[in-house]
Structures are given as structure tokens and as C-alpha cells.
């Protein structure tokens, strides 16, 4: 290995979850997704783990997880995510780890990260030392591994975060080279000057540290990781592969690892097919004479440092300032808006630092009184997280932090603290300061965790900061013209996020009504038990009961009657008192009037317009069929007149010819749904609306092909002699390129693949059976691009 290349990519998302639910809600910019983590899973995590390396033919030879080959961050709000909403996403990330480490001598490919990617020297002492220990606890619980190397945010480095990370057992981090300030061969006295990017990048360094611990530095490549991120060295991975391998060095007197470290997301969704360039670099050096791919655990073992090095300290890779970015107006921005000042930004780190330095003594106050080490039982938190609050992981942390026992009110008020420390460190993630306006989604995502951090301090501390905040908030200007201040933004986009249980025991209600379960129950925040005593469900929706709320997280809990008349997406009507004993509800579900009951029996009353987006978007998920199936009824009516029309040459009025696409979309939908039985009935509709179609249809359709033909591969993969399933692909193929629609088709084409091996033996048989179903695969092969002898 005295010469090798190792690639790293940073793979990362914040947190976006509603800080009083716990899930993620629609964000109309990410679509046709229903959020930005969908999205960006869907163009690059997901195709990361099934790269396609391609023939001379454009034909799929192999499927490469790259996740196996490369080195990259495991952020942990990343992969909590993909944990609950694409497990098989997540499943196969953990593989190419366990892969990675027999391929690299027991070294795996992924590292850690700090726990939810603060800029490190801007937070205190305590903050840094639970950033590295839950980023090494989630790690651990994740990959069964102790993590080697850890990436800082940003690369944001300071001294105090480098002790941190080497307290921590923490082997190696990656800088930028720039970040590099003098270097010097272990045992020499002079420092040789490198401030101005001049590091030798193809070696690792030692970096010495006042408490007499010492931690190893990668600089990257700047030069080829820039070209990765922002140029076209995408465009070939052949390119890619040369490019690297040209970047050592003539003389072969030393051992040399070429290494870049880039944004992760810039392979495949930055670049599109970014994945596929890498996988075919990463191809083309494993058969390069003479180098080897690694990670920089296996590399630093075998070549460990002989020269040691000099940090700049607070430095970032993002910003030319330093760490300005992240407090102050220096200039660095996304370039979308170049006018746009970042005055904002100082007020924001300012109205955060007061919350974050006002609850922190009194936090470790009030814990001091309930548990053994409140610093250990901070550290230990995340366990609760990682468990989504079981009552098992409950138990077991009082059984360790508070062994003499704690009443069920002083549980109670540690589980609050603890999840008020939670969203004092969430309110201090990066993104927040990354882009150009304090409206954008990362801004208003910290100053959300701000004021939940501050509803948990007023109940469990008696301390309002909230005024403060605010005040603060009023010396942030806007650059989006609908508001004025951060303060105004706060009251629009923040205030409306909030719930208590209440809120929640009324959205249990109204997603009850359709058969859903609530958001914060399917995060794990909560527990929502409903007791429906009386529900209607046919042309006038009615439910009402009784709903048990309990706050997981925090252990607060309640009990509420509940009811909710909806009758249309625009008029609902849901009231929510505390228990009453039944009376109230029988009144209103008796009552003549139920909409109007509500209204007289319920403390509170929320109606349409107090429906969140997300319960909006559920909502109207769930009735849309019934809308479809009403358009279809009303074309049925029409149909004759329509024909009729048609037959005369006259021009049919404009809402008849749209009510006539979209019973046509409804037709195709539920023809591509059943497998296209009839291929050529399906041809001739798609052919006949392949010019009235819009874009929303060809998602849905698409969609809708997409899952069809993962199925009909799975069922193939089950019944491996039924030509069937196989022959099924090749009709939705053949509907879906008249348009053509956007497939998803990374699990169709891994299982497509993995039948090869049944494909090889099945072709040696003669009989006719074998025939049929052989053919029947080089047809669905050749639909996914799959190449076969």
C-alpha cells in the first residue's frame, strides 16, 4: 500500500423534524417529494448503494455499493432518518461497512461525525464534549464498532474540539488544506510555513495537543475535490480514476496516499449520475497495477505519521473567512441571491448563544439534584433517543444514573430536562447560518428547537426566555420582502409549529378518522391511544372518543374527549377538551348539529384553517381517490354527450376535454397497477394521452410503474420457473416509454441481477419451459439495461 487513493464523502442531512413531533413535514420546495430527505435519499443515498457500471453498450455490468469502496461520514440525523423511512437504504449502508472492513484489514469505511453537525469552536466546552460522545454513541449502536476517525462539522477545527475528539479515543479527523499552518518532521525544531495551502496533502500528520494527547490530520486534495464539487470531473468516471492516479508523485522515494473529501451528496444529487462516475473510478483504480483504494484507518496503520503539523484554528472548508459564516455578514453565501445581505445572521447566533448559556447551568443545576453525575447522565441521553424512548431504555437509564430509586414526578423531570438538552444542542446545527435569509428552512429549523428548548424551560425550570428571543429577533433584517424582522418571521413560520398534547390528542382524531396514525406516535415521541365511542365514516366523516396522550420524551401526559365533524378538505371542525366523563361526547354525537355542537361543548376548536401542511397533505393524500372516482362518475354521465361531439367535429368545451385526460390518467393508472394485462389496449391509451399528460401525471404514473415492476422482479425472484412475472416487467416497460415516465429502478435492477446466476443455469436446460423463461429475462434484462450473456 505505498501507494493508494482513498475518497471520502460527507454524507449528511439536519435535523428537519417538527421538534414537538418528531417527524419530518411536507416541504412543497422538495417536490414532487414529499420532503427534502426523500428527495435527496431518492437521487443519492439510495443510488449510492447500487452504482451502475455500464458496457461498451450503455448494458448494466455490475451494481457497485459504493458505500463498501469509499470513506464516509455517518451522520447520525441522517441516518436516524433513513433508519425509520428507507430501511433498506440504511441496511445496505451497514453492509458497506461490513464489507468495507474485509476489504480493508478490518478497517471500516465509515466514521463518525459529531452528533448533529454544530460548528464546533463556536460552541462551549460542554457542548463539544456531547457533540463527540453522542456522535460516538450513535456510531457505535449503529455500525458495533468504536469509530477511528470523526469528522468536524464543516471542518470547523479548534483547539478545544481537537482534545475533545482525542479524549474521545478518536484516531483521525480531515481538514481542508488550507486549514493546514506549519509542518514539521517528528524530532526537527523548526516549523516549515504552509498557511497558504502549501501542505503536502499525500501524507497524514500528528497533531500534538496541550494536554499531551495527540490526534492524526488528513489534508485533502483541495484541488481535485474542488473539481469533484463544482466542476465537470463528474462527467467521466474513467476521467475521475485518471485524475486521481495522476496525482502522485514522479518520485517513488515515499509512501503517498492521494485522498479528496468532498460533499457526499455531489454523487447524484448535485451531479446527476455523479454515483455512477464514482463507482466506475472506483473500478477502474482497484485494477490499477501498483495502487490500492483504502480508508484512512487501514492507511494510517500501515504508514503512521512522520511529520507532525500546525492547525489553523477556527477554520472551516466553507468559508474563506474563517468561521464567520456561522455569526457574522462576511460575504460567503450560495450565490442564488447575490444581493441579498447576511446581516441576519449575528442577531440569530446571538438570540441562540442567550438561550443556549441561560439553560445550561440551570440544567446541570437541576439535574445535580436527581441523578448521580449529571455530565455522565447528559452523555447517556442519547441512549434514550436511540431507544425512541421504550419504556426498556427509560428503565435502564434511571438504573444506571439514578440507582437509588426517583420517585415518578423526579422521572418525569429528568426526562424533560434531557430532551430540553436535546433541542438546545439541535439549535445549534449548522444549517442554520449555511444559506441566505433567516427564512429559509435551516434558520427557521434552529429557532424552532430554540423555542422548544424554551416551552421545556418554562415548564421544567420556571424560566422564560421567550421575550428575550424575540427581542433579539427584531435587530435581524429580512431579505424576503413578506417579512421585516427575524421577529416576524418567528410569529409566521415558528409560533404555528408548536403543540402541546391537545393539539396532538385533536390530530389523533382527525387522522384517526382515516384509518392513520399521528406523526408523533409514529416517531416514537409519543404514546396515542384512542378510544373511539363513536365514529361514522360513510358520506358525513364523525369521530369521536377519548384520546391518552403521553409524551415519551418528557413523560408528560393527559387525557382528552375529543370530536371531529369533517365534511370536505375546506370544512372541518374538531374540539378537544379535557376528559369529561362521556357526557359531552354523547351530547355531541346526538346532537342534530354536529358542527355546531362542537363548538358549544369543546374548550377548543381548531377548524381548516388550523390543519398544519402536513395535515393537509395526509388528508388529502386519503381522498383523493374518492375525488378521482367522482371525475370518472361525472365522464361516465358525460360520455355519450362527449362522443357525440367528437363524432360532429365539434371542439368539446375546454373542462370536457380535461375531464377526459383525466379519466384517461385514471385508466392508465389502474392498467399499469394491474400489470398492464392487456398490453395492447394499454399502448393504444397511452399513445392517445401522451400529448395531454402534465407533469404531476407522469410523477403519479411513474410512480406507479416504478413499485409495479419491483413487485413483478420479487415475485420472479419467488417463483424462479414462472416466466409471468418477467413477462409483466416487459409490458410496463413497453407503456411506461411512450411518455417516457420517470422510473425508480434501483431495486428492480439489483434483483434483476442478483437472477443471473438462476438465468446461467436455467440456460444450460433444454427443455421448453426453460426456453420461455429464458427469454422471458433477456426481455426484462434488456428494459432495465441489464446486461446478460
Avoid at 184 to 201: K, N
Amino acid at each position: 500500500m505505498d501507494r493508494a487513493v482513498c475518497i471520502h464523502g460527507h454524507f449528511y442531512q439536519p435535523p428537519r423534524e417538527n421538534p414537538w413531533l418528531g417527524e419530518v413535514e411536507v416541504q412543497r420546495s422538495a417536490s414532487p417529494y414529499h420532503d427534502w430527505n426523500e428527495r435527496v435519499t431518492a437521487e443519492c443515498y439510495a443510488p449510492n448503494t447500487a452504482a451502475r457500471i455500464l458496457d461498451g453498450e450503455g448494458l448494466i455490468e455490475e451494481l457497485l455499493n459504493n458505500y463498501a469502496r469509499i470513506s464516509f461520514t455517518a451522520a447520525p440525523t441522517l441516518l436516524s432518518w433513513l433508519e425509520r423511512h428507507r430501511p433498506e437504504v440504511y441496511g445496505a449502508i451497514l453492509d458497506g461497512d461490513r464489507e468495507s472492513r474485509e476489504r480493508y484489514g478490518g478497517h471500516g469505511s465509515a466514521i463518525a461525525c459529531c452528533y448533529n453537525h454544530t460548528i464546533m469552536p463556536i460552541s462551549t466546552r460542554r457542548d463539544k464534549r456531547t457533540q463527540v460522545a453522542w456522535g460516538v454513541r450513535d456510531f457505535v449502536s449503529r455500525f458495533g464498532r468504536m469509530p477511528e476517525g470523526m469528522w468536524l462539522p464543516e471542518t470547523a477545527v479548534d483547539t478545544e474540539s481537537l482534545e475533545a475528539l482525542a479524549a474521545a479515543g478518536i484516531r483521525f479527523t480531515i481538514l481542508a488544506p488550507h486549514q493546514a499552518a506549519g509542518v514539521r518532521a517528528i524530532g526537527e525544531e523548526g516549523w516549515t510555513d504552509v498557511s497558504g495551502g502549501g501542505v503536502e496533502t499525500r501524507m497524514p500528520y500528528l497533531c500534538r495537543l496541550p494536554s499531551g494527547r495527540s490526534i492524526a490530520v488528513f489534508f485533502y486534495d483541495g484541488t481535485i475535490a474542488r473539481d469533484v464539487a463544482f466542476g465537470d470531473l463528474l462527467s467521466d468516471g474513467q476521467r475521475f480514476a485518471g485524475r486521481l492516479l495522476g496525482a502522485f508523485s514522479r518520485e517513488r522515494d515515499r509512501p503517498e496516499l492521494v485522498h479528496i473529501a468532498t460533499d457526499a451528496e455531489t454523487y447524484g444529487h448535485h451531479r446527476k449520475f455523479g454515483e455512477m462516475a464514482l463507482a466506475r473510478c472506483l473500478e477502474a483504480i482497484e485494477a490499477h497495477r501498483g495502487v490500492s483504494l483504502t480508508v484512512y484507518g487501514e492507511y494510517l496503520d500501515a504508514h503512521p505519521p512522520t511529520h507532525e503539523a500546525l492547525v489553523r484554528l477556527e477554520t472551516s472548508w466553507s468559508c474563506a473567512h474563517g468561521i464567520e459564516r456561522w455569526r457574522g455578514e462576511c460575504g460567503c453565501h450560495t450565490g442564488r441571491e447575490p444581493g441579498w445581505s447576511q446581516a441576519w445572521r449575528r442577531p440569530l447566533r446571538e438570540a441562540i448563544e442567550m438561550v443556549r448559556d441561560a439553560l445550561a447551568p440551570r440544567l446541570d443545576e437541576a439535574l445535580a439534584a436527581l441523578v448521580r453525575d449529571p455530565a455522565d447522565a447528559c452523555d447517556d441521553a442519547v441512549e434514550l433517543l436511540l431507544g425512541r424512548w421504550s419504556d426498556e431504555s427509560v428503565t435502564a437509564f434511571f438504573s444506571r444514573h439514578a440507582p437509588g430509586g426517583i420517585d415518578a414526578g423526579g422521572r418525569r423531570r429528568v426526562l424533560a430536562l434531557l430532551e430540553l438538552e436535546r433541542q438546545a444542542m439541535l439549535m445549534q446545527t449548522s444549517c442554520g447560518w449555511f444559506f441566505d435569509d433567516i427564512t429559509e428552512p435551516g434558520s427557521v429549523q434552529v429557532v424552532r428547537h430554540a423555542k422548544r428548548a424554551m416551552d421545556l424551560a418554562r415548564q421544567a425550570l420556571d424560566l422564560d426566555l421567550e421575550a428575550t428571543l424575540i427581542e433579539i429577533l427584531r435587530r435581524a433584517p429580512v431579505n424576503d420582502p413578506r417579512y421585516a424582522t427575524g421577529a416576524e418571521v418567528y410569529d409566521a413560520l415558528v409560533r404555528p409549529a408548536a403543540v402541546d398534547l391537545s393539539r396532538i390528542a385533536a390530530g389523533a382524531a382527525l387522522y384517526a378518522l382515516f384509518g392513520l396514525e399521528h406523526p408523533a406516535a409514529a416517531s416514537g415521541m409519543y404514546a396515542v391511544d384512542g378510544d373511539w365511542l363513536y365514529r361514522l365514516n360513510a358520506k358525513e366523516r364523525r369521530i369521536l372518543g377519548t384520546v391518552r396522550v403521553r409524551s415519551r420524551a418528557t413523560g408528560e401526559e393527559g387525557l382528552f374527549d375529543t370530536a371531529v365533524c369533517f365534511s370536505g378538505i375546506d370544512r372541518v371542525v374538531i374540539g378537544v377538551r379535557e376528559d369529561g366523563g362521556g357526557e359531552a361526547l354523547q351530547a355531541a354525537w346526538e346532537n342534530p348539529d354536529p358542527a355546531g355542537a362542537i363548538p358549544r361543548t369543546f374548550s377548543r376548536v381548531y377548524t381548516a384553517r388550523d390543519l398544519s401542511e402536513e395535515e393537509r397533505w395526509r388528508i388529502a393524500r386519503e381522498i383523493a381517490p374518492g375525488i378521482r372516482e367522482a371525475v370518472c362518475a361525472v365522464y361516465r354521465d358525460s360520455a355519450a354527450t362527449i362522443e357525440a361531439l367528437d363524432d360532429l367535429g365539434i371542439p368539446a368545451p375546454g373542462a370536457a376535454a380535461r375531464l377526459l385526460a383525466h379519466v384517461r390518467v385514471e385508466r392508465l393508472l389502474t392498467m399499469i397497477e394491474e400489470g398492464c394485462p392487456d398490453l395492447e389496449r394499454s399502448l393504444a391509451l397511452a399513445e392517445e394521452m401522451r400529448r395531454e399528460v402534465i407533469e404531476a401525471d407522469l410523477a403519479s404514473l411513474g410512480a406507479a410503474a416504478s413499485r409495479r415492476i419491483t413487485l413483478a422482479l420479487r415475485a420472479a425472484a419467488a417463483r424462479p420457473d414462472d416466466p409471468a412475472p418477467l413477462d409483466e416487467v416487459s409490458r410496463i416497460f413497453g407503456c411506461a416509454k411512450i411518455f417516457p415516465l420517470p422510473l425508480t429502478l434501483e431495486e428492480s435492477r439489483k434483483l434483476c441481477v442478483g437472477m443471473r446466476g438462476h438465468y446461467t443455469v436455467v440456460r444450460e436446460r433444454r427443455d421448453g419451459g426453460a426456453g420461455r423463461w429464458t427469454e422471458a429475462f433477456r426481455r426484462a434484462a434488456a428494459c432495465l439495461g441489464v446486461w446478460v450473456k
